[in-house]
T-cell receptor, first 113, second 113 residues
Framework: KAGVTQTPRYLIKTRGQQVTLSCSPI?????VSWYQQTPGQGLQFLFE???????NKGNFPGRFSGRQFSNSRSEMNVSTLELGDSALYLCASSLVGHSYEQYFGPGTRLTVT | AQSVTQLGSHVSVSEGALVLLRCNYS??????LFWYVQYPNQGLQLLLK??????LVKGINGFEAEFKKSETSFHLTKPSAHMSDAAEYFC???????????FGTGTSLTVIP
């Protein structure tokens, strides 16, 4: 089976712009979670989608949003980018839900200038 | 809310020596516990997990971890370190409802030849 794929792998944006990141889960996985990883804050949970519904949400501002499509692919959007949004954004898919092991993609490295 | 504490952000061991990475969690209810490894510029890879049953869990690459409820710990060990073990290691916990997934801050393992 193909693993979790994320596109693009690298992205450079300017402060104030918006960005959309994409994640394709492992075939058959219906849960997709997003994480932000930074040197200072570590791995922080953004949100989880299951069957096209946001089931869990972390403590991030409303500028961070996401959605999931009927084929379980997910997108994450960040509007009005700030310098502090520079991070590695990781997507993880899971067969059943959050309590089972998650399979991570390679991440999208976002740099905001 | 759950929390995960990884003692020691940096651990160095000699090649062939015992690897011990510490993880403690806070939970009033036995959670699901995981160890992940992250190599540079890659996503996270599951090493092992504890959900129920045997408290000594064996994972990939010779790693194992023991769930000790009385100590609220889930330390990761490997009898003999290999150069390829150099990476960042993350302990994670999910409550049994599966509603949240929490990561520790990570431990960077250096293996000295």
């Amino acid at each position: 089976k193909a693993g979790v794929t994320q596109t693009p792998r690298y992205l450079i944006k300017t402060r104030g712009q918006q960005v959309t990141l994409s994640c394709s889960p492992i075939s058959g996985h219906r849960s997709v979670s997003w994480y932000q990883q930074t040197p200072g804050q570590g791995l922080q949970f953004l949100f989880e989608y299951f069957s096209e519904t946001q089931r869990n949400k972390g403590n991030f501002p409303g500028r961070f949003s996401g959605r999931q499509f009927s084929n379980s692919r997910s997108e994450m959007n960040v509007s009005t980018l700030e310098l502090g949004d520079s991070a590695l954004y990781l997507c993880a898919s899971s067969l059943v839900g959050h309590s089972y092991e998650q399979y991570f993609g390679p991440g999208t490295r976002l740099t905001v200038t | 809310a759950q929390s995960v504490t990884q003692l020691g952000s940096h651990v160095s061991v000699s090649e062939g020596a015992l690897v011990l990475l510490r993880c403690n969690y806070s939970s009033s209810v036995p959670p699901y516990l995981f160890w992940y490894v992250q190599y540079p510029n890659q996503g996270l890879q599951l090493l092992l997990k504890y959900t129920t049953g045997a408290t000594l869990v064996k994972g990939i690459n010779g790693f194992e971890a023991e769930f000790k409820k009385s100590e609220t710990s889930f330390h990761l060990t490997k009898p003999s370190a290999h150069m390829s073990d150099a990476a960042e290691y993350f302990c994670a916990v999910s409550d049994v409802s599966g509603n949240q997934f929490y990561f520790g801050t990570g431990t960077s393992l250096t293996v000295i030849p």
